[in-house]
């Protein structure tokens, strides 16, 4: 039994990181009900890598985070609308939202009301800079949150311009974080019975994602600065180019610095590193560098990459996300589960029994929207007179077919 079984959340976020916070309590076990506008799919749906899926709303970026989610199409703008959400808050412990504080309001999903509904509720709302402060009501994205909180200053190579994180980043830290946040709350709530809001900003999250350049910047008053994939302190904390392919290297005590030097045949650097005082590395990192810059091409990253690892220093061949997909690493770990024909990462996670599972593929707009509201006691005539009336919506297919790339 997975640790979320019987609990249900109702998720009406978008794009990257609500969804994502969903997705990784839906794998838990949760279910989880995706509740998207009927003439507004979450924008994902239309991007991706495949022109087709993106045709037809199952686009590869809304897939990424859709799975194992049931998906309504409710017009909560309506009286009718919001009175079947509010039907179903009375069958569900959490609600996720990213809507802006205004949409909030028109919607009817503000804490209060749906508190005074089901005082017992999980409520997390998530937005770029939370719900106080003087930005509140400003609109973010991942790329805007980097910006702003400092990301893509500490990221590039020394004394370049400032470089975004190529992923979603902030997105998805801000999702594991929420989901952490309700996780957190959920306890509260089994001890206590109380409900509790939740306000995750993902300008805070970003700054706990590189919190140990938050601590600095906050005891020092300057920033560290952008280095590269070079340690500006460490020989060993760095890439190489070899005979062929790049290497990072992660040696970054003494014991593992000294290691890597024994293992490239440099025994007599290896003794003098164990013996220097770690306030002193600094100090010899041009020599270490050099010295290392000239022996590692001698052999290709691949082959160093098993040496050193064999002398317990931290290091990989730098490769490609579709190359390292197919690692049998990845593949012994499970984080990548297949559902149907298709595969999905699933979460980072295992356990010893209830791991984390994906239960179904990602689901077309409004796919179960008329078995949600069965499940209401909504019949079929009540359905397709809602359905005429533009209040809910659902496909004549129930899933549209997914392509191999």
């Given at each position: 039994?997975?640790?979320?079984?019987?609990?249900?959340?109702l998720?009406?976020?978008?794009?990257?990181?609500?969804?994502?916070?969903?997705?990784?309590?839906?794998?838990?076990?949760?279910?989880?009900?995706?509740?998207?506008?009927?003439?507004?799919?979450?924008?994902t749906?239309?991007?991706?890598?495949?022109?087709?899926?993106?045709?037809?709303?199952?686009?590869?970026?809304?897939?990424?985070?859709?799975?194992?989610?049931?998906?309504?199409?409710?017009?909560?703008?309506?009286?009718?609308?919001?009175?079947?959400?509010?039907?179903?808050?009375?069958?569900?412990?959490?609600?996720?939202?990213?809507?802006?504080?205004?949409?909030?309001?028109?919607?009817?999903?503000?804490?209060?009301?749906l508190?005074?509904?089901?005082p017992d509720?999980?409520?997390?709302?998530?937005?770029?800079?939370?719900a106080?402060?003087?930005?509140?009501?400003?609109?973010?994205?991942?790329?805007?949150?980097?910006?702003?909180?400092?990301?893509?200053?500490?990221?590039?190579?020394?004394?370049?311009?400032?470089?975004?994180?190529?992923?979603?980043?902030?997105?998805?830290?801000?999702?594991?974080?929420a989901?952490?946040?309700?996780?957190?709350?959920?306890?509260?709530?089994?001890?206590?019975?109380?409900?509790?809001?939740?306000?995750?900003?993902?300008?805070?999250?970003?700054?706990?994602?590189?919190?140990?350049?938050?601590?600095?910047?906050?005891?020092?008053?300057?920033?560290?600065?952008?280095?590269?994939?070079?340690?500006?302190s460490?020989?060993?904390?760095?890439?190489?180019?070899?005979?062929?392919?790049?290497?990072?290297?992660?040696?970054?005590?003494?014991?593992?610095?000294?290691?890597?030097?024994?293992?490239?045949?440099?025994?007599?650097?290896?003794?003098e590193?164990?013996?220097?005082?770690?306030?002193?590395?600094?100090?010899?990192?041009?020599?270490?560098?050099?010295?290392l810059?000239?022996?590692?091409?001698?052999?290709?990253?691949a082959?160093?990459?098993?040496?050193?690892?064999?002398?317990?220093?931290?290091?990989?061949?730098?490769?490609?996300?579709?190359?390292?997909?197919?690692?049998?690493?990845?593949?012994?770990?499970?984080?990548?589960?297949?559902?149907?024909?298709?595969?999905?990462?699933?979460?980072?996670?295992?356990?010893?029994?209830?791991?984390?599972?994906?239960?179904?593929?990602?689901?077309?707009?409004?796919?179960?929207?008329?078995?949600?509201?069965?499940?209401?006691?909504?019949d079929?005539?009540?359905?397709?007179?809602?359905?005429?009336?533009?209040?809910?919506?659902?496909?004549?297919?129930?899933?549209?077919?997914?392509?191999?790339?």
């Amino acid at each position: 039994m997975r640790p979320f079984e019987g609990l249900r959340v109702l998720d009406l976020t978008h794009v990257f990181a609500g969804p994502f916070c969903a997705y990784q309590l839906g794998v838990l076990g949760a279910k989880v009900i995706k509740i998207e506008p009927v003439d507004r799919p979450d924008m994902t749906r239309a991007d991706g890598a495949d022109a087709e899926l993106n045709a037809a709303g199952m686009g590869l970026s809304f897939q990424a985070q859709g799975g194992g989610k049931r998906a309504l199409a409710l017009d909560l703008k309506s009286d009718a609308g919001r009175a079947i959400f509010d039907r179903l808050l009375a069958t569900a412990d959490v609600v996720v939202q990213n809507y802006t504080a205004h949409a909030v309001e028109e919607l009817g999903l503000g804490y209060d009301r749906l508190a005074a509904l089901k005082p017992d509720l999980i409520y997390c709302a998530i937005s770029g800079f939370g719900a106080t402060g003087p930005k509140a009501a400003h609109p973010a994205y991942d790329v805007v949150i980097q910006a702003y909180a400092g990301v893509m200053a500490a990221n590039g190579e020394a004394g370049s311009d400032p470089v975004r994180v190529g992923p979603a980043m902030v997105d998805y830290g801000t999702g594991a974080q929420a989901a952490l946040a309700i996780s957190a709350a959920l306890y509260g709530r089994a001890l206590t019975g109380q409900g509790r809001r939740i306000d995750v900003a993902m300008a805070d999250c970003a700054l706990m994602l590189m919190n140990s350049h938050t601590a600095t910047t906050l005891a020092t008053g300057v920033a560290p600065r952008p280095h590269g994939n070079r340690d500006p302190s460490l020989a060993g904390y760095a890439t190489y180019e070899t005979a062929e392919g790049t290497l990072m290297i992660g040696a970054h005590t003494n014991a593992q610095m000294a290691n890597l030097m024994r293992a490239v045949g440099e025994d007599a650097v290896a003794d003098e590193l164990a013996a220097t005082p770690r306030a002193e590395i600094a100090g010899r990192r041009e020599g270490d560098a050099a010295l290392l810059a000239g022996v590692l091409r001698g052999k290709t990253a691949a082959e160093w990459e098993e040496i050193l690892n064999t002398h317990h220093v931290p290091a990989a061949r730098v490769r490609g996300l579709s190359e390292a997909l197919d690692e049998p690493q990845f593949g012994a770990r499970n984080v990548v589960q297949q559902v149907g024909q298709d595969r999905f990462a699933v979460a980072g996670f295992t356990y010893d029994r209830g791991t984390p599972s994906l239960d179904s593929a990602p689901r077309a707009h409004g796919a179960d929207s008329r078995a949600v509201l069965e499940e209401l006691g909504i019949d079929a005539a009540t359905f397709n007179d809602l359905a005429a009336r533009g209040v809910v919506f659902s496909p004549s297919c129930a899933r549209f077919p997914r392509t191999r790339p």
